[in-house]
């Protein structure tokens, strides 16, 4: 088995729920840690969520809200195990305001 650590970036998140990442079939995915930074010229909040195919998506982070020019480190010290197919998306109430970084350990 493979451990492949990997860094997922999206950047001008708006509006729109986007996927930042999907775990590749026949690997499991753990989440190591979620950084969201506001590029807008005003507060924004935001959201996270884990989208599954096979049973309930659910919200992982909502409204957060994140000031002019700062970032939000989210899941300090925590884990995510995530399975084949579930993506891990983000969503702001601005428009191209959020660039969202995912640091992942896949298992493959």
């Known amino acids: 088995m493979a451990n492949t650590f990997k860094l997922r970036t999206k950047a001008n998140v708006g ?5 930042v990442y999907t775990v590749p079939a026949a ?3 753990t989440v190591i840690g979620i950084t969201l930074a506001n590029t807008s010229g005003s507060s924004i909040n935001v959201g996270v969520g884990v989208s599954r ?3 309930d998506s659910v919200r992982l982070l ?3 809200p994140i ?6 480190e989210f899941m300090q ?8 197919t579930d993506t891990i998306t983000v969503v702001s109430d601005t428009a191209s305001s959020l660039d969202a970084s995912i640091t992942i350990l896949e298992l493959s």
């Open 15 to 19: 509006v729109t729920t986007t996927a």
């Open 27 to 29: 690997t499991t995915t």
């Open 53 to 55: 195919v096979s049973s």
């Open 62 to 64: 909502k409204d957060a």
């Open 67 to 72: 000031p002019q020019g700062s970032t939000l």
């Open 77 to 84: 010290g925590n884990k995510i195990v995530l399975e084949a």
